[in-house]
């Protein structure tokens, strides 16, 4: 089983729609959580830190289920810059392990 | 600017030869990472430093590739005899304990 593993996408939605992430993670020593974005030929940058079972950041919100594993990211009201590939990133205290990342296009 | 700064931004080379990619992280991080990024990939981990000592380093780093971090600052990340395998985006990132992680542009290596 892969350490991290992700909903394989591409997601094609219309803007203004909800569209949820999922990702499970092996290491049940993972202290803290994340998801990245990184747009195409660019680096990942920081969207969200998820340290307890979940938070809200405007129209992002990540959950966490420490017994299943399991995080989740929901968009809701997406924008055509919201299109990108979002990693999920859990972290056991020294090192970042990313998943293979999900692909959203946002489409008009 | 003050964030993580890599160079060159992308390196072409011939099979065999060396290469070494630098970066300089955010001043007040002491943690240092590098990764390797393929198309369609997640980054893959190589290794870490916290300041100038090299914590961990992946099964993915073979003998040809070794990295550096002198003063605790900036890093090196050396690649002897490149192999057209080795062709990737090379990726820094630096962070405080347990704290958030930044990334560098990174380095695009071709090997021809």
């Known amino acids: 089983r892969k350490e991290v593993e992700q909903d394989p996408g591409p997601f094609n939605v219309p803007e203004g729609a909800t569209v949820a992430f999922n990702c499970t993670y092996s290491?049940?020593?993972?202290?803290?959580f994340f998801w990245y974005r990184q747009d195409c030929r660019k680096e990942p940058k920081l969207l969200m830190s998820?340290?307890?079972s979940g938070n809200e950041d405007g129209r992002f919100t990540a959950q966490l289920n420490r017994a299943s594993q399991y995080i989740s990211l929901l968009i809701r009201d997406s924008k055509l810059s919201d299109s990108a590939t979002y990693l999920c990133?859990?972290?056991?205290?020294?090192?970042?392990?990313f998943g293979p990342g999900t692909r959203l296009s946002v489409l008009p | 600017d003050t964030g993580v700064s890599q160079n060159p931004r992308h390196k072409i080379t011939k099979r065999g030869q060396n290469v070494t990619f630098r970066c300089d992280p955010i001043?007040?991080?002491?943690?240092l990472y590098w990764y390797r990024q393929t198309l369609g990939q997640g980054p893959e981990f190589l290794t870490y430093?916290?300041?100038?000592?090299?914590?961990?380093k992946s099964r993915l780093l073979s003998d040809r590739f070794s990295a550096e971090r002198p003063k605790g600052s900036f890093s090196t990340l050396e690649i002897q005899r490149t192999e057209q395998g080795d062709s990737a985006m090379y990726l820094c990132?630096?962070?405080?304990?347990?704290?958030?992680?930044?990334f560098g542009a990174g380095t695009r290596l071709s090997v021809l």
């Open positions: 998820v340290y307890s």
């Open positions: 990133v859990p972290y056991d205290g020294q090192n970042f392990v």
């Open positions: 990132a630096s962070s405080r304990p347990r704290g958030d992680q930044y």
């Open positions: 290491n049940s020593a993972s202290q803290s």
């Open positions: 430093f916290q300041n100038e000592a090299q914590l961990e």
């Open positions: 001043s007040e991080h002491n943690r």
